[in-house]
């Protein structure tokens, strides 16, 4: 199900980029999946580049409460 | 003296005297002892014995005071305090007011670890099975560390250099002295609440056995056991070993090389991502001249080249047989009629001789059946046909 479907993540996109150059060492596909699958990859080998290329580190600080945090658990 | 002895001092008079004597003599001393029955009461008062072979003296150190204390004593300890002698004449009692106190020596602190360190251990605090999994991409890293040491710095750095992909959260924390495990404790314990931290790091720069004292605590020990998010130690230099590492689901031998375990690198990352394109090309390229050449020796097979040789063949299969099915019907419908004019004959004869046999005749003229008055001519000759022959009339 997940196949098909790139997420904006990119540990997913990259596990994806792994799964597609594998299936496409496997010469069992016919032409036109090769073709949809190499298409895919080389989208998912220019978002992650960008990605990465984009990619500026972020560093905040943890106030001492947490109060402006909103993201806490609900336990 | 003469005179003391002859004086009658009443219990107060006495012991106020003895109170001034012993508080104003022993103002500031130190003595070294051994911890014995230490209670750190819930008010934050610490109560226990100081002891050595031959004598036993009680100590107090109140709250507030015993903040700046980088250790937490227990019972066996030798160590060194600082302080004053007080006399509490309700109880008749006298007491060390303790305001300091220090390990008697690097070696006490070393007890204390290996002490500690066989204790957790045994309780299974550093089992490899319970150790969580680092993960190889980290959205976001929770830094537990002082907030203005080279430490931090160094892995800002380095998180910079491998992974900017990666949101730090620094925790700023007293990584040394008095209430510094408490406030380590405190901070594993809110990044815990937040949901997004991926990892922990706890890390402090190099220092001696006293500044790294904290990572030793067992309420440190506790807490990083405690932790659902991993935790990487990277305390001292790579020779410094504490508790803290033992415990921790990784331990890194100094806060660089614990940001480095905590990131992926980019360049290895985009060589991966480089790599897996330029192999994906190859191989669609390879699968497309398969498929090319696969193509062109269809094209240029003798079919493909006289397309209508086929067309010829099996028009002219297909002549020859419609031939063939032509004739074989015709030859069937010709026999077919043969059978049936003779059949007609047979029985058209087979009729007439009937009715000739009973008496009637037949009148042909000019070989011709007549069968009506109107067609018969009397100035031509005819032939009777009788049963048993024929007449001929002129």
Same mark, same amino acid.
């Given at each position: 199900m997940s196949k098909k479907k790139s997420s904006d993540n990119f540990e997913d996109k990259l596990a994806r980029l792994e799964e597609i150059t594998t299936s496409l060492e496997?010469?069992?596909?016919g032409l036109e999946e090769s073709i949809q699958l190499f298409e895919e990859g080389v989208k998912l080998s220019k978002e992650c580049l960008s990605v990465l290329e984009k990619a500026e580190l972020k560093v905040t600080t943890l106030k001492k409460d947490l109060s402006e945090i909103n993201n806490l658990e609900d336990d | 003296m003469s005179e003391i002895q002859d004086q009658i001092f009443s219990v107060s008079e006495i012991t106020k005297s003895l109170k001034f004597i012993l508080e104003s003599t022993f103002e500031k001393i130190s003595i070294e002892g051994e911890i014995s029955n230490f209670k750190a009461h819930g008010s934050g008062h610490w109560y226990f014995n100081l002891k050595d072979e031959g004598a036993v003296i009680n100590c107090t150190m109140w709250k507030g005071v015993n903040n700046y204390v980088f250790f937490t004593p227990e019972d066996g300890m030798k160590i060194i305090v600082t302080g004053r002698i007080t006399v509490y004449p309700p109880r008749g009692s006298y007491q060390i007011d303790v305001r300091s106190m220090k390990p008697a020596g690097v070696g006490e602190l070393q007890a204390a670890f290996e002490r500690l360190k066989k204790k957790l251990f045994e309780e299974g605090l550093f089992d490899e099975e319970s150790k969580k999994a680092i993960p190889t991409f980290p959205k976001k890293i929770g830094m537990i560390t002082a907030a203005d040491g080279a430490a931090v710095k160094d892995m800002i750095s380095v998180a910079e250099r491998r992974f900017p992909l990666v949101e730090l959260l620094i925790a700023?924390? #007293?990584?040394?002295?008095?209430g510094a495990a408490e406030n380590i404790v405190e901070n594993i314990r809110k990044l815990n609440l937040? #949901?997004? +931290?991926?990892v922990i790091i706890l890390a402090r720069g190099g220092g001696s056995i006293e500044d790294l004292w904290a990572f030793n605590e067992e309420i440190v020990a506790r807490a990083i056991y405690k932790s659902k998010i991993p935790i990487i130690s990277g305390v001292g230099h790579e020779v410094d070993f504490t508790i803290a590492d033992f415990v921790a689901d990784l331990r890194a031998p100094t806060p660089s090389v614990a940001m480095e375990l905590a990131t992926p690198d980019i360049e290895e990352l985009k060589n991966f991502i480089k790599d897996s394109y330029s192999l994906s090309c190859d191989i669609i390229g390879r699968t497309l001249e398969n498929y090319r050449t696969e193509l062109e020796d269809q094209i240029s097979s003798y079919a493909f080249r006289y397309p209508l040789e086929k067309i010829r063949k099996y028009s002219q299969m297909v002549d020859l047989n419609l031939y063939k099915l032509v004739k074989e019907i015709e030859k069937r419908i010709l026999s077919a009629s043969n059978r049936i004019s003779l059949l007609s004959k047979s029985l058209e004869a087979h009729d007439i001789d009937k009715t000739l046999k009973k008496g009637f005749t037949l009148i042909k003229q000019n070989s011709k059946l007549i069968t009506? #008055? @109107? @067609?018969? @001519? +009397?100035?031509a000759p005819s032939t009777i046909k009788f049963y048993d022959g024929e007449i001929e009339i002129k």
């Open positions: 496997n010469s069992e596909i | 700023p924390t #007293k990584v040394q002295g008095a937040l #949901k997004d +931290i991926d009506r #008055k @109107n @067609n018969f @001519n +009397i100035a």
